[in-house]
């Protein structure tokens, strides 16, 4: 449960080539705590080791949204919108979360 212990398995698992298991083990952790930076940077560079372009930038966007750089975060998911690759379920995902940063981000101007 702690947060070093997390980061280090995620690291081990990433230095061992188990991308796949790291990505699944930080698509639930940031589900259960979608508000700790350390998960999203963690799970960019998981997505980042897969090859995954689209879902690498989505991950780098939520960070840059929670650290509150709205420009970098809606930035980082037009990217991720517009490099091709992602399936159905992510691309829907992308757009609804642009969609809500952007409304965020004009709340906030």
Request: charged letters at 25%.
């Given at each position: 449960q702690s947060y070093a212990a997390g980061a280090a398995m995620i690291n081990a698992d990433l230095k061992l080539g188990r991308t796949n298991d790291a990505i699944n083990w930080l698509k639930s952790r940031t589900k259960s705590q979608p508000?700790?930076?350390?998960?999203?940077?963690?799970?960019?560079?998981?997505?980042?080791?897969?090859?995954?372009?689209?879902?690498?930038?989505?991950?780098?966007?939520?960070?840059?949204?929670?650290e509150g750089a709205w420009p970098s975060a809606i930035e980082q998911l037009k990217i991720a919108r517009s490099t091709g690759g992602a399936d159905f379920y992510q691309s829907s995902s992308i757009d609804a979360r642009l969609r809500e940063m952007q409304r965020q981000y004009n709340e906030e101007l």
């Amino acid at each position: 449960q702690s947060y070093a212990a997390g980061a280090a398995m995620i690291n081990a698992d990433l230095k061992l080539g188990r991308t796949n298991d790291a990505i699944n083990w930080l698509k639930s952790r940031t589900k259960s705590q979608p508000n700790e930076i350390v998960w999203w940077s963690l799970l960019s560079k998981a997505y980042d080791q897969a090859n995954n372009v689209p879902m690498r930038h989505f991950a780098l966007g939520e960070k840059y949204a929670l650290e509150g750089a709205w420009p970098s975060a809606i930035e980082q998911l037009k990217i991720a919108r517009s490099t091709g690759g992602a399936d159905f379920y992510q691309s829907s995902s992308i757009d609804a979360r642009l969609r809500e940063m952007q409304r965020q981000y004009n709340e906030e101007l």
